[in-house]
């Protein structure tokens, strides 16, 4: 018979997934104010865990405006402003931790939400290509997950991290990225996109990327003694824990993509036709 807390975590997942893909279908403001949304979050949790409203006041309001200015730049304004104000913002923080002698989990705070939400909204763009280019990260994400787990408990072998994530396996993360690629190159297949070999690498890198994200998060929560980033999501825990793999894949993509594609012709327009290898 299923457990209730098994109900429950089914139960959001489907509520989540609906409305995370219903947003991303209709892109433009709604899915802006979404990725403003998780970066705001995710900085809420980090600040959380990492103990900074308590132990550094000012500087806690000083991260929180710099996370809203950059939230409304991302709904509001250009992708480069948002980036600049970013930028500015993890500049001044940071000085602010060099000259003060405080730590710089704050200022890092603030550059993991803040690249997570501009990140996001700059892969959806406003065209068709951003939905499929979302979509195709999802399925990266979504199939390295579950399929890392699933074979890393059936085969199990040399531990992947044992001192982060005493669970994960060589094994995991060989059969995750496999399926994750391949779960990412059957999406656009069916949604009638060429799959060359940049989209092959990208798959795998994205995988890899979305793996190092996990690791991550599960390195912040053993460094300060957390099991669940917050309790925001009824039987998931947090934000945080929910994306990890996600906001890195993001990253990845999105830095790798950015500079070759402002290498090219000094702009960042453009950004889900570069990952999915269109002109």
């Known amino acids: 018979m299923?457990?209730?807390e098994l109900r429950l975590r089914i139960i959001s997942a489907l509520v989540l997934a609906a409305v995370v893909l219903s947003v991303t279908y209709f892109g433009g403001i709604w899915f802006q104010i979404l990725a403003a949304l998780i970066g705001l979050l995710i900085f809420y949790e980090w600040s959380t865990?990492?103990?900074?409203?308590?132990?550094?006041?000012?500087?806690?309001?000083?991260?929180w405006s710099g996370m809203a200015v950059t939230a409304a730049a991302t709904v509001f304004s250009s992708l480069e402003t948002a980036i600049a104000?970013?930028?500015?913002?993890?500049?001044?923080?940071?000085?602010?931790?060099?000259?003060?002698?405080?730590?710089?989990?704050?200022p890092g705070g603030v550059l993991y939400a803040g690249l997570s939400m501009v990140s996001l909204?700059?892969?959806?763009?406003?065209?068709?290509?951003?939905?499929?280019?979302?979509?195709?990260?999802?399925?990266?994400?979504?199939?390295?997950?579950?399929?890392?787990?699933?074979?890393?408990?059936?085969?199990?072998?040399?531990?992947?991290?044992?001192?982060?994530?005493?669970?994960?396996?060589?094994?995991?993360?060989?059969g995750g990225t496999v399926s994750g690629a391949v779960a990412g190159?059957?999406?656009?297949?069916?949604?009638?996109?060429?799959?060359?070999?940049?989209?092959?690498?990208?798959?795998?890198?994205?995988?890899?990327?979305?793996?190092?994200g996990d690791l991550f998060e599960s390195f912040i929560k053993r460094r300060f003694?957390?099991?669940d980033s917050s309790r925001l999501i009824p039987g998931h825990g947090g934000v945080m824990d929910r994306v990890d793999g996600l906001v890195f894949a993001c990253f990845a993509a999105f830095l790798t993509c950015s500079a070759a594609m402002y290498a090219l012709d000094g702009t960042l327009g453009q950004f889900s036709h570069s990952l999915l290898g269109l002109n």
């Not at 923080?93 to 989990?105: C, D, P, V």
């Not at 949604?191 to 070999?197: I, N, W």
Request: aromatic share 10%; no cysteine; charged share 10%.
């Open 225 to 227: 003694g957390v099991k």
């Open 185 to 212: 190159l059957l999406l656009l297949h069916f949604t009638g996109q060429a799959v060359g070999l940049w989209v092959i690498v990208a798959a795998v890198l994205l995988s890899v990327a979305s793996q190092i």
């Open 2 to 4: 299923m457990s209730e």
């Open 49 to 63: 865990i990492i103990g900074s409203v308590a132990n550094d006041r000012a500087g806690a309001m000083s991260a």
């Open 85 to 106: 104000l970013l930028a500015a913002f993890f500049v001044v923080l940071s000085g602010r931790s060099l000259l003060r002698k405080t730590s710089f989990w704050l």
């Open 121 to 174: 909204a700059a892969l959806r763009g406003s065209d068709k290509t951003g939905f499929v280019a979302v979509l195709f990260l999802f399925a990266v994400v979504w199939g390295t997950d579950i399929l890392a787990y699933f074979v890393g408990r059936a085969i199990g072998g040399p531990k992947l991290a044992p001192r982060i994530s005493p669970g994960k396996t060589w094994s995991g993360a060989v």
